[in-house]
């Protein structure tokens, strides 16, 4: 279960997507999106736990402090290291992120530093004392839903989809929800008013059996009167609206998933990188779905390096570099570089101190990855944590950094760009109230 991947119901989509219909949220018409003003988030989530301490090196004297620590079994060689400077201090990217560290040089990637979930500002004599700890820390399960949600306790929706419900104007009357999930009934997606399209695997939509045939057609037909069925019973009708509405959406997304879709750029054939081409393929047809803003939701798995870390790391990040770096090239294909930002979540950060089987275990505060046109790049964002065992940074033994950002200001930064208003931020995101500085920089 260590790369447990938590999931909506289908009861709780059902429910989200029937007050999406009775908004008419998705209503079928042939409006076009108004393309000058379009933007998109990609939230591209890695399963299991990234290490963000072997993404990022300090380098210099501080690579010392590093190097110590992580030795030749778990740590990365400086001369190996891609280097990247930020206001005077050298960093270098994990080898295998060459994409990542051209866009940084090109001032379109950002890092933003020792991010984690946070109730509010706490020093680590609170910590040790438990006070506005988040719960369930380490916990896989707990810390993706803490991610996904940003930390809202007792709201089953994702800071995603809550920021597609106050930008519902924004896309009115389209084809799409606005939200749309490549990686299953993510929470991410899951709005407390609107609800997210999800797309398979690149399968194609809509009812099982519906393959044109002259009994399949029939068998269509008779569906259809049955979910056009007046009842007079309002759960029934709405669910059936609901129905019907996911029938026509389906054939939409077919069509574009399934078509020619005109896009050059070559994707690798990974479960990431066939994520976001079909990402890339609602993308190109924003206009024909009449939608001026998305939110995606793309994932990988495997972080969760309990051993082997130097070897399994360098996979994961080949995988996550050639994806990224086909989807940044379909962006500036379609003309949208500007208009797509993807940013990186993961469960949490490894330890800096290895185990016994030369990997990592479950930490807290960690690095994070922004890219696009629109990111104010070439330089970091936050605070780099002290690296050292027991140091002020450290909330345990092991080197468990105690997050200097949390995941509301990371989130309200992106919402902002996308037009979410301040005091739409503080229902986006009930707990950045908490904090003093509402939006990082990072985007222009």
């Known amino acids: 279960m260590d790369n447990f991947k938590p999931q909506i119901s289908r ?30 988030l990609v939230c591209v989530f890695l399963f299991g736990g990234n290490d963000s301490n072997n993404t990022i090196v300090p380098m210099g004297a501080k690579y010392n402090d590093y190097s110590k620590v992580r030795g030749p079994a778990t740590g990365l060689a400086q001369n190996v ?16 992120l060459t994409r990542i ?5 090109q001032g379109k990637a950002s890092a933003v530093l020792n991010v984690g979930p946070l109730i509010r500002p706490i020093t680590k004599t609170q910590y040790n004392q438990r006070t506005a700890v988040p ?19 007792g709201v089953r929706s994702g800071w995603g989809g809550r920021t597609a419900d106050a930008m519902q104007a924004a896309n009115t009357g389209a084809l799409l929800p606005m939200s749309v999930s490549a990686s299953g009934g993510a929470l991410f997606t899951i709005g407390q008013v609107t609800g997210p399209a999800i797309v398979n695997g690149g399968l194609g939509l809509g009812l099982s059996g519906s393959d044109g045939s002259p009994t399949a057609m029939a068998r269509d037909n008779a569906f259809q009167q049955v979910i056009n069925f007046q009842s007079g019973l309002t759960l029934v009708q709405a669910a059936n609206r609901t129905i019907n509405n996911g029938i026509q959406v389906g054939k939409v997304l077919n069509n574009v998933l399934t078509g020619d879709d005109g896009i050059a750029t070559v994707f690798p054939g990974n479960g990431l990188g066939n994520q976001l081409n079909q990402v ?19 994932s990988t798995g ?3 390096n309990h051993e082997g870390l130097l070897a399994a790391h360098q996979g994961l990040l080949t995988g996550l570099n050639a994806s990224i770096s086909a989807f940044y090239d379909a962006t ?5 570089e500007n208009n797509v930002t993807t940013f990186t979540e993961s469960d949490f950060n490894r330890t800096f101190g290895p185990n016994s089987n030369n990997g990592t275990d479950h930490a807290w505060g960690g690095h994070h990855l922004v890219m696009g046109g629109a990111v104010a790049g070439g330089r970091m964002y936050g605070t780099f944590p002290n690296l050292a065992i027991q140091g002020p940074d450290d909330v345990g033994n092991r080197g468990l950094w105690l997050p200097s950002t949390s995941v509301e200001q990371y989130g309200a930064t992106m919402a902002s760009w996308f037009g979410v208003n301040s005091a739409q931020l503080d229902q986006v995101l009930p707990n950045l109230m908490n904090f003093s500085v509402r939006n990082l920089g990072f985007m222009k």
């Open 11 to 40: 009861r709780a989509l059902l429910r989200r997507s029937i007050a999406t219909t009775s908004l008419g949220y998705l209503g079928v018409t042939d409006a076009l999106a108004q393309t000058g003003d379009y933007k998109a």
């Open 81 to 96: 290291l891609l280097p990247i400077m930020d206001r005077g201090e050298g960093y270098g990217l994990h080898p295998q």
């Open 101 to 105: 560290q051209a866009l940084y040089n």
């Open 135 to 153: 719960v369930n820390l380490y916990s896989h399960s707990d810390q993706q839903q803490a991610w996904q949600q940003a930390s809202t306790s």
């Open 280 to 298: 890339a393929r609602i993308i190109r047809a924003r206009q024909t779905l009449g939608v001026s803003r998305q939110i995606f939701f793309v």
């Open 302 to 304: 495997g972080y969760d």
């Open 332 to 336: 500036i294909e379609l003309g949208v």
